[in-house]
């Protein structure tokens, strides 16, 4: 099932939560080989995870980790914007209506479908949200995942060739895309609703809501690209 969590409530779900870093860090520094830091718990964060971030988890049935992602509004803080600005041209992306997707991960374990469910789930947090995009960076490898699951990003720049090619793409999810990847998921959109009204109660206020009315707010416009 999907867990819809802010990172200021993992300490509630310790088996959740300690396999999803063990799992990131055997992704990005083991079997990558990304140039990532891993503590003596031997997990995988980064200054993004003290942020509060909403992760979206795949729970095995036995309570672990079998695949997630991190998102934050670019209103704030975000990887794109601190680190791969460069891959679109010096070009800030920072909108209350974009959020940044990081971290996307699946456990060595991980089933079929399970890909495709977080970014079904993922377009569950857009609608529910009004986030029009998400953007992330990615490497060459995914290109053929999102293919697969049905949902590619446009995308915005890259850098590199081959195998090493890194890339900043942005996504919407149209209803076509919608179904496309529920199909790959063999998940209904409604199971994936459910998921994230079990999560929290939607029409009550949380932390990136909050941040998103507020630069909503102070928006000239709907969408900032800020050299």
Known sequence: MIRYIYAEDLHNFPTLAHTMFLDRADQFKTRLGWDVS?????YERDEYDAQNPLYVIWENADGTHGGSMRLLPTVGQTMVNDHFVHLTDGVRIESPFIWECTRFCLSRDATPGVAAA???????????????????????????????IGSSPEILGSQGEGREQISVGLWEFSAEAQASVAKSAGISPEMTRRWFERSFNATEPTPMMDLAV??????????????
């Open 214 to 227: 507020q630069a909503v707010a102070a928006a000239a416009v709907p969408m900032r690209l800020a050299a």
């Open 118 to 148: 977080l970014m079904l789930a993922g377009g569950e947090v857009m609608r529910e949200f009004d986030i029009e995009h998400f953007v992330g960076v990615f490497d060459a490898r995914m290109v053929r995942i999102y293919r697969r």
């Open 38 to 42: 891993v503590d003596e718990l031997g």
